[in-house]
């Protein structure tokens, strides 16, 4: 007969190693994500994976303070999605490639607000 401890352990170390290939698969789009929003993304996802091995370590040691120390690492990295989001918004065109329309400069900059001139 299987104890609850035993499944608990091989639940805890498989979705260990489930987070450690989402922590790799996310790095490499961080290092090589094409554009700025993929790589605040993937910064986003590395907040909520950092979040799964802190909350797996809880229930694997009993230790019940790792999950607040979850708790406040998630109101952090919000708060940093948040910011990168509002810098991407501040610096208009996402894209690096600039549009034939930019070229001919028809088109209005936005400012830092997102509203036009």
Known sequence: MITPAAIIAVASS???VILG???ILTVWR????????????A???LT???IGFIA??????????????????????????VAF???V?????????????????KTQKRRAGGKKR
């Open 89 to 105: 918004l501040s610096r208009g065109n996402i894209k690096s490639k600039p549009s034939a329309s930019a070229a001919n400069g």
């Open 21 to 23: 290939l989402a922590l």
């Open 56 to 81: 797996v370590i809880a229930v694997k040691t009993r230790f019940s303070l790792y999950i607040d120390i979850a708790i406040s690492l998630g109101l952090v990295g919000f708060l940093a999605t």
């Open 30 to 41: 961080v290092v090589a994500g094409p554009t700025l929003p993929d790589r605040i993304l």
């Open 85 to 87: 989001a509002r810098f």
């Open 48 to 50: 909520g994976i950092a």
């Open 14 to 16: 498989a979705a260990l």
């Open 43 to 45: 910064l986003d996802m």
